[in-house]
Nanobody, 117 residues
Framework: QVQLVESGGGLVQAGGSLRLSCAAS????????MGWYRQAPGKERELVAR???????NYADSVKGRFAISLDNAKNAVFLQMNSLKPEDTAVYYC???????????WGQGTQVTVSS
């Protein structure tokens, strides 16, 4: 079974930075993309950033200019550098991978990010 493990979350003050990591294992297929989603209390899960194997990226408008996603194709790992963090960034962040064929989707268990004002 595919396994995704997130790390790097924590508690930071507004304006601070965090770097999230996601290590994927037991992947025996080619991936279409990997990304980060987040879910705040009382909110639906939303896309934060997505990166494709060719290096192209998508970002939510709310994080453009502050967050940067990167991908290590060889290691099937994805990272999210988060700068200028705001209290509204507080959420559980989930790693995601989509398979190239059938677009099967897999999720990690999440890592908590809390930004204090």
């Amino acid at each position: 079974q595919v396994q995704l493990v997130e790390s790097g979350g924590g508690l930071v003050q507004a304006g601070g930075s965090l770097r999230l990591s996601c290590a994927a294992s037991r992947i025996t297929f080619s991936i279409n993309d990997m990304g980060w989603y987040r879910q705040a209390p009382g909110k639906e899960r939303e896309l934060v950033a997505r990166i494709y194997t060719d290096g192209s990226t998508n970002y939510a408008d709310s994080v453009k200019g502050r967050f940067a996603i990167s991908l290590d194709n060889a290691k099937n790992a994805v990272f999210l550098q988060m700068n200028s963090l705001k209290p509204e960034d507080t959420a559980v962040y989930y790693c995601n991978v989509r398979r190239s064929v059938y677009y099967a989707t897999f999720w990690g268990q999440g890592t908590q990010v809390t930004v204090s004002s």
